[in-house]
């Protein structure tokens, strides 16, 4: 009767598992690359790139012209979903050229993130898209959503463990033809001075009937 070792050497030196045979590694590689090929085509043809195959109908000639848009992700992004948030939350309603160079400043690590997806989708926005300018585009929507989180353990005195939360996020952004607008949240309520003078020039300019 073979032992366990022997065993594990004789299920090593196989066909299969033989380092020497051509088709081993190749193989395995192979099947490993289709896999991701085959992920990164369901999430294109059901996530959020899908809007950039989106046919519209041909448009009549007194309708205004429908800007241009490309959609553009980076997923499993080793950061904090939260702490991405601010850096998403701080380009929107930017123009291109104004968020790549805020984001140069920022000293954060989802701000180099940012600004290598904005820059990604800008030039799939020139080479694929057919927009015309570079530089005419600005951030319609940027937002960080949550992604795998992975459990690992910490060790604390006296034999004691803890878990550790590597957690990973996913970055979008749609980048829009044309000029930012002026106001990309509503305009803040006005503060309680501007309400009293507001009044005050309604009170001074109202009229009084049957008076002098």
């Known amino acids: 009767m073979l032992s366990i070792r022997q065993c594990a050497q004789r299920f090593i030196s196989s066909k299969i598992f033989n380092t020497n045979n051509s088709n081993c590694l190749p193989s395995i590689q ?3 690359l289709n896999w991701f090929k085959e992920e990164e085509d369901e999430n294109d043809d059901k996530g959020f790139l899908k809007y950039n195959k989106t046919i519209f109908p041909p448009q009549k000639p007194d309708e205004p ?5 490309v959609c553009h992700v980076k997923r499993n ?9 601010y850096v998403a939350c701080f380009v929107r309603g930017m123009s291109v050229d104004e968020a790549v160079k805020q984001l140069s400043f920022l000293k ?7 600004k290598d997806t904005i820059l990604e989708a800008q030039r799939m926005a020139i080479e694929e898209h057919n927009i015309e300018f570079k530089s005419n585009l600005w951030v319609a929507e940027s937002f960080a959503t949550k992604a795998l989180v992975y459990k690992g353990i910490r060790r604390h005195a006296r034999g ?5 939360h590597y957690r990973y996020c996913h970055y979008f952004v749609r980048l829009e033809e044309g000029k930012p607008p002026k106001h990309y949240y509503q305009p803040a309520p006005k503060t ?4 009293l003078q507001e009044w005050m020039e309604e009170m ?8 002098l």
């Open 30 to 32: 192979q099947r490993s």
């Open 65 to 69: 012209k429908r800007p241009g848009y």
């Open 77 to 85: 992004i080793k950061y904090s979903p939260l702490k991405m948030w």
């Open 108 to 114: 954060k690590k989802g701000a180099a993130i940012a």
């Open 160 to 164: 004691r463990v803890g878990i550790v």
């Open 192 to 195: 309680g001075e501007e309400w």
């Open 204 to 211: 001074r300019n109202r009229k009084i009937y049957n008076s």
